[in-house]
């Protein structure tokens, strides 16, 4: 059984979300999403304004058909060395130097990294703008 990972804050889920995940569980049999916890997320940008808890979140992601499986996560670079998975699957966008490290680890330990695209028009970002 081939075990595909993604990580994310899926706070505002959309069709972007769904669709990630659609495409994550096509690359393997089972489909493993950490959902990065609310606490952690506010310690690195204290200003962010989450809508939903991280239960509410955790929830959410859990009731989505290609998600086989969801765990929390604070730091990329410690979930991906505590999960048991074949290929981490990454958005372009997931840079930072946190993903560096987890994408390096990876390498290192014999896990495929495959770079999913996004879903043209969609962003958490401009519906939260939308929103507001």
């Known amino acids: 059984m081939k075990k595909v990972f993604t990580v994310g804050v ?13 495409r994550a569980r096509a690359l393997g049999d089972h489909l493993i999403v950490a959902v990065q916890d609310g606490d952690y997320v506010l310690k690195y940008k ?7 808890s991280t239960e509410e979140r955790v929830y959410m992601v859990s009731s989505v058909r290609y998600v086989d499986e969801v765990v929390l996560y604070k730091d990329v670079d410690s979930i991906v060395r ?20 987890a994408m390096r680890w990876c390498h290192e330990n014999g896990r495929e990294v495959v770079t999913l695209p996004r879903t043209e028009g969609i962003s958490s970002t401009q519906l939260r703008e939308g929103i507001n």
Do not use: R, S, W
């Not at 505590?82 to 490290?101: S, W």
């Open 46 to 52: 204290p200003n962010a304004k989450m809508v939903y």
């Open 10 to 22: 899926y706070d505002v889920l959309h069709i972007g979300h769904v669709k990630l995940f659609e």
């Open 82 to 101: 505590k999960v048991d998975f074949d290929i981490f699957a990454v958005g372009p966008d997931q840079q930072h130097p946190g993903f560096q490290a």
